[in-house]
């Protein structure tokens, strides 16, 4: 019997080990594949663009991920003409930062669906995601490239902006990418991460 429970413990021991390990390939991945292949933002798996009437382009590019435990990051940054690397400027408009908990989320609502009710360009191009219960678990903060601190130089501190974070914490996320299949992937390993760190369904 001791040998038994001792048996038990020890594979117990290395499940835990091994899931551990598998949520950081499964991280590492996502954060790799996410990296540039060149020095334009254009390349990267992350890259989304659309035409805007008046205004040139919204550009949003998911640049990284990354995690400590549980407790996952995710940095995206926006601009509203796509002018990115054009005319020697070499930033985007306002980085945002959200972070969560893997729990928090429901890996049942982590999909790519087909079509999107906002852009036809963006079906099949989007992962949608929900909280546990539609709890607000997503905090968000912003830095831009043209707010000023106090001494008129550029802010560059990350910042809990209410005119940019609206309605955070957030209950749900979006995240763009540049075709159908690497939304996929990244899906599947995001819905990974969430159930090796314990996400459940809802309840209803």
Not at 50 to 64: E, I, K, T
Not at 69 to 88: A, H, L, P, S
Not at 103 to 129: C, F, H, Q, S, W
Not at 139 to 150: E, F
């Amino acid at each position: 019997m001791k040998t038994t429970l001792a048996t038990i413990l020890i594979g117990l021991a290395l499940c835990v080990s091994a899931g551990a390990q598998s949520l950081n390939e499964t991280v590492e991945w996502m954060h790799n594949t996410l990296a540039p292949i060149d020095l334009l933002a254009s390349s990267r798996n992350g890259y989304s663009i659309l035409a805007q009437p008046m205004s040139g382009h919204y550009v949003d590019l998911l640049s990284d991920v990354s995690h400590d435990g549980c407790q996952m990051t995710v940095i995206e940054n926006y601009d509203m003409t796509g002018d990115y690397f054009v005319g020697g400027r070499s930033e985007f408009a306002y980085e945002e930062r959200d972070t969560f908990n893997l729990a928090d989320i429901d890996p049942t609502t982590v999909k790519v669906p087909d079509n999107n009710p906002y852009r036809e360009e963006l079906n099949g191009k989007v992962i949608n995601l929900f909280t546990v219960n539609n709890r607000g678990a997503i905090k968000c903060q912003v830095k831009t490239a043209i707010d000023l601190d106090r001494e008129g130089n550029p802010d560059k501190d990350l910042k809990s902006s209410a005119d940019r974070c609206v309605g955070a914490p957030y209950n749900n996320e979006e995240f763009r990418f540049q075709t159908h299949e690497y939304a996929v992937r990244f899906a599947k390993a995001l819905r990974h991460a969430v159930t090796l760190c314990g996400g459940k369904a809802s309840t209803f």
